[in-house]
């Protein structure tokens, strides 16, 4: 059974840091991409950083680009979000997910097929 | 403001249909595949529909999508209350080099 589970969550105070991490069981780790995408309180999801299997190709959401950083450890099957400079509006439930991307008939498939139960994140003084 | 967009809202009563539009440009759903997501208050986001229209397994063929230019349409058939729930859309988007999120369509059935 494919599973993926978030921990790290916490209260911190604005201008602090925190580590997410998220372990993976089920499925050859190293085969896929994985993803983090938060959702604020009463709000939307919002895709936040990916990395793929190889940690080759990363991306960062511009709400957070220089502030985050995505990694993994496929030896041990996790992914992790390292978070400086937190602010306010990183207040939110943090979910990592399985990522399924490919190119299929000429059209590039990006999606998330497996879901952690998600960490919530506050950030206040 | 989303860069993929949704109504806030769709309602219809027990065993009628519902469509969720969901709207974007060439960088996005014109040119990548959109999939779809169900989310209950307090819970995961789970996955619907991928590749614009395929369900994964588990999926009732209750639930369908379809993608005509720069937009996509998620629709439920045969309404019922468990399908009250947050229905969000998604892609890639090559202008901004980063996947992309419709804000959310709350489903209600009335």
């Known amino acids: 059974e494919v599973q993926v589970e978030e921990s790290g969550g916490d209260l911190v105070q604005p201008g602090g840091s925190l580590r997410l991490s998220c372990v993976a069981s089920?499925?050859?780790?190293?085969?896929?991409?994985m993803i983090w995408v938060r959702q604020a309180p009463g709000k939307g999801l919002e895709w936040v950083s990916y990395i793929d299997n190889r940690s080759r190709n990363i991306y960062h959401a511009d709400s957070v680009r220089g502030r985050f950083t995505i990694s993994r450890d496929n030896a041990k099957n996790s992914l992790d979000l390292q978070m400086n400079s937190l602010r306010a509006e990183d207040t939110a439930v943090y979910y990592c997910?399985?990522?399924?991307?490919?190119?299929?008939?000429?059209?590039?498939?990006?999606?998330?097929?497996?879901w952690g139960p998600g960490t919530l994140v506050t950030v206040s003084s | 403001q989303s860069v993929l967009t949704q109504p806030p809202s769709v309602s219809a009563a027990p065993g009628q249909k519902v469509t969720i539009p969901c709207s974007g440009s060439?960088?996005?759903?014109?040119?990548?595949?959109v999939s779809w997501y169900q989310q209950f208050p307090g819970t995961a986001p789970k996955l619907l529909i991928y590749?614009?229209?395929k369900r994964p397994s588990g999926i009732p063929d209750r639930f369908s999508g379809s993608k005509s230019g720069t937009s996509a349409t998620l629709g439920i058939t045969g309404l019922q209350t468990g399908d009250e729930a947050d229905y969000y859309c998604a892609t890639w988007d090559a202008s901004l080099s980063v996947g992309v999120f419709g804000g959310g369509t709350r489903v209600t059935v009335l």
């Open positions: 089920g499925f050859i780790f190293d085969r896929y991409s």
């Open positions: 997910a399985r990522v399924r991307n490919y190119d299929s008939a000429g059209y590039y498939s990006l999606y998330f097929d497996f």
């Open positions: 590749d614009n229209d």
């Open positions: 060439s960088s996005n759903i014109g040119n990548y595949y």
